[in-house]
């Protein structure tokens, strides 16, 4: 499973594990990324997203509808 988040875009980024005398290694940090499914009324059906816990707050904010209308307007299929 990848994990990009489908709304915000959220990705794994890198960077450093910093030990007491500040050695440093590399490490990914990833986002906290769930899959989730929303019903949406107009369409009559389910749709699954995998979503970081983040695009879920801004889907109980402003609503799926609004949310999956700005995704197809920036050219994503549902």
Known sequence: ???VCQV???RPR???NVSHSHRKT???FSPNIQVKRFWM????RWIKLKLST???KTINKNGIEA???QMRAAGQKI
């Open 26 to 28: 590399k490490r990914t």
């Open 14 to 16: 890198a960077g450093n």
């Open 67 to 69: 949310v999956v209308a």
């Open 54 to 56: 983040k695009a879920i």
């Open 1 to 3: 499973m990848s994990r």
């Open 41 to 44: 009324e107009s369409e009559k």
């Open 8 to 10: 915000t875009g959220k």
